[in-house]
């Protein structure tokens, strides 16, 4: 597959779904690539992050900002800038423009960036004892779905169509289990979101939901879901996700030091905002079953 192919996978994922940034042309890209390249440790004034949009973006900055005075603590930037892009994809889209220098991604949208842009792994977040994370179908407490085949002929929702543990974890696992999402389903929703999915259940809007196992037990502790009314019906395997990335150009010392105050950071507040236990280092081969998963999906190809 081609460069343009795969780029145009990337963009075709959200659209007629979800209102996108919208590609730049490649007389806009190449500047900012420029640009990105040239910013090293001894240059860079400003580090741009960007946050994948799985729940509100208030919510996202809110929680997010003590780690970013952190990161500016630890690294001598003097401005770090907190980004939430309106997908998934629009993410990848902004770091390839140069325009993002360290984003945290969703499994599924670092595969697809890493065909695209020149980005290092640092990290990924630990949570229950674990770096790897899960994928969850919920349903209302008492709707007779108790496995994946009694999830055909159902309404159901996924969260954005390029998020890993919202889309592609349980996509790949219906089809394994005979239900092809696309022709098996009552109606089929792209909600954009794992706790808009949780509420579109709740709500009763649909029966059933796929959504980030993390994010699920977070909902019912914050009252946000009443956890006698709705429950998880299938849990999946576990796997690599949510890595942060940074732009290869940053430099390896940039990088390093990135790396060393993820890992070394134990502030209780910080860690308890984030809902997280610390993070542990990470490489691009943790996530080889998502990059088959998306080959076989037609996300990725050569």
Not at 78 to 100: C, D, F, I, Q, R
Request: with cysteine.
């Amino acid at each position: 597959m081609t460069k343009e192919n795969r780029v145009s996978i990337i963009v075709l994922l959200a659209a007629g779904v979800f209102l996108s940034c919208g590609s730049s042309d490649e007389a806009k890209k190449e500047p900012a690539q420029t640009e990105a390249t040239e910013a090293t440790e001894a240059t860079l004034e400003t580090l741009r992050v960007g946050f994948p949009p799985d729940e509100n973006p208030a919510e996202i900055i809110r929680k997010n900002k003590p780690l970013m005075d952190y990161l500016k603590s630890r690294t001598g930037i003097s401005n770090v800038e907190l980004v939430v892009p309106k997908t998934y994809t629009a993410a990848v889209e902004e770091m390839a423009a140069g325009n993002l220098e360290i984003v945290y991604f969703g499994g599924l949208t670092y595969v697809l960036a890493k065909e695209e842009v020149d980005i290092t792994p640092i990290v990924r977040a630990v949570s229950g004892g674990t770096a790897d994370n899960f994928t969850v179908i919920v349903a209302p407490t008492g709707s007779g779905i108790a496995t994946l085949d009694d999830l055909k002929g159902k309404t159901f929702a996924f969260g954005d169509v390029a998020s890993t543990s919202g889309h592609l974890i349980p996509h790949q696992a219906l089809l394994q289990a005979g239900i092809d999402p696309k022709k098996d389903f009552a109606k089929l929703e792209y909600t954009g979101a794992h706790d808009k999915t949780a509420l579109a259940v709740y709500e009763g809007k649909v029966e059933a939901g796929a959504m980030n196992a993390r994010k699920f037990p977070a909902m019912i502790e914050s009252g946000a879901l009443d956890k006698e009314k709705i429950e998880v019906v299938w849990t999946s395997e576990p796997f690599a996700d949510y890595p942060w990335a940074a732009l290869t150009s940053l430099g390896p010392e940039l990088i390093a030091k990135l790396q060393k105050a993820f890992v070394e950071l134990d502030d209780p507040a910080i860690l308890k905002e984030l809902r997280v236990e610390g993070y542990e280092t990470t490489t691009d081969d943790d996530f080889a079953v998502l990059r088959d998963a998306a080959m076989k999906l037609g996300f990725l190809g050569k």
